[in-house]
């Protein structure tokens, strides 16, 4: 099976644009995560989505949205982009809940100048 | 909310056992997992606990113990690749797969 990918994996934008990133599960995984790393705050759970409702959030700004598509495929969303944004995004892919757990992706390095 | 405690960094050396610890506070529990995270890799899963006791998977090895909130990870015959970061995760109890995360203790592992 092949694993989870994520596009772009690097990406340089300005502050005040907006971003969005791509991943696509392994294949007959519903559930899809998103987590923000940084250096100072580790990893950060930013929302979940299965059967393309969100089902769970975290704690970050509405500045940051996501969706899933009926293939399960998954976008996330940065609106009017911050310096402290700059991090690395990373998409986690499950096929539910129970003993399973969160296969990453490579994650998407977003530089934000 | 969740609390989640992990030394920042540990040194061992190759062919040795080192544990690695966590202590969690948290409001509600439904499973703690290890990662393993290169650097400039993404995190790969390790194990899963949800019930009490030790789960042993080749040379790693990881304990739980709900009435602590305390698990660690085991490594055993240590191994230069090893050398990484071990991240401690918990999950709530409000469903789905949101995971907290402590901050990882980096090791090092010398010849």
């Known amino acids: 099976k092949a694993g989870v990918t994520q596009t772009p994996r690097y990406l340089i934008k300005t502050r005040g644009q907006q971003v969005t990133l791509s991943c696509s599960p392994i294949?007959?995984?519903?559930?899809v995560s998103w987590y923000q790393q940084t250096p100072g705050q580790g990893l950060q759970f930013l929302f979940e989505?299965?059967?393309?409702?969100?089902?769970n959030k975290g704690n970050f700004p509405g500045r940051f949205s996501g969706r899933q598509f009926s293939n399960s495929r998954s976008e996330m969303n940065v609106s009017t982009l911050e310096l402290g944004d700059s991090a690395l995004y990373l998409c986690?892919?499950?096929?539910?809940?129970?003993?399973?757990?969160?296969?990453f992706g490579p994650g998407t390095r977003l530089t934000v100048t | 909310g969740q609390n989640i405690d992990q030394p920042t960094e540990m040194t061992a050396t190759e062919g040795a056992i080192v544990q690695i610890n966590c202590t969690y506070q948290t409001s509600g529990f439904n499973g703690l997992f290890w990662y393993q995270q290169h650097a400039g890799e993404a995190p790969t899963f390790l194990s899963y606990n949800v019930l009490d006791g030790l789960e042993e998977k080749g040379r790693f090895s990881s304990f739980l113990s709900r009435s602590k909130g305390y698990s660690y990870l085991l490594l055993k015959e240590l191994q230069m690749k090893d050398s990484a970061s071990y991240l401690c995760a918990v999950r709530g109890t409000g469903g789905g797969n949101k995971l907290t995360f402590g901050t990882g203790t980096q090791l090092k592992v010398e010849l």
């Open positions: 989505y299965f059967s393309e409702t969100q089902r």
């Open positions: 986690a892919s499950s096929a539910g809940t129970g003993i399973t757990g969160q296969y």
């Open positions: 294949s007959g995984h519903r559930s």
